[in-house]
């Protein structure tokens, strides 16, 4: 799904959402010059996989917190994670490295791909900032309205501690 594509379903699911338009950004440490000012959750997408390639996993992360491979191997019941490759991020979710949306989980056809927040990342607002596979745009709506959003096409929401 395109940018229009996002916020027509979102329209159409009559969600309430702001739109910060901003040169293109590629991690959130880029974002932050843009949108410091801004009252949300700021937080980062990780696409990473189990690795024998069978599961994969989008997580988001309060923007300044690394993965912890032993807490995220326990939480998802898996022996082995790393990062998915930017080959697998095309192909699984349509988008570039850098680009990697919660958004970008309506471009899996197979709705295998479940999202996993950060329980600190929901605990930081009750709004979080999303790009809408576009990474010159921000969206800003609630954890609530992301999840009813991605519930609606079947996949996965989940908090965790990770």
């Known amino acids: ?10 329209d159409d699911h009559d ?34 996989k189990s690795r024998n390639g069978k599961n ?12 912890d491979w032993k807490k ?3 939480e998802l019941l898996s022996s082995s994670l790393t990062f998915a490759t930017e080959a697998e991020l095309e192909e699984k979710l349509q988008v570039k490295t850098g680009a990697v949306s919660p958004f970008s ?4 056809q197979s709705n295998k791909i479940p999202l996993i927040v950060d329980q600190a ?7 979080v900032g999303v790009h809408p596979n576009d990474n010159t745009k921000t969206i800003s709506l609630t954890w609530i309205d992301l999840a009813r959003i991605l519930s609606s096409y079947g996949h996965l929401f989940e908090e965790r501690s990770l």
């Open 1 to 10: 799904m395109n940018t229009q594509e996002i916020l027509q379903l979102l």
């Open 15 to 48: 969600i309430s959402y702001q739109v910060f338009s901003h040169p293109a950004v590629y991690t959130s440490e880029e974002a932050d010059k843009y949108l410091k000012d801004k009252d949300f959750a700021k937080c980062k997408n990780v696409f990473i």
């Open 56 to 67: 994969y996993y989008l997580l988001m992360l309060p923007e300044n917190k690394k993965v």
């Open 72 to 74: 995220a191997q326990s």
């Open 105 to 108: 989980l309506l471009n899996d």
């Open 121 to 127: 990342a929901m605990e930081e607002n009750n709004l």
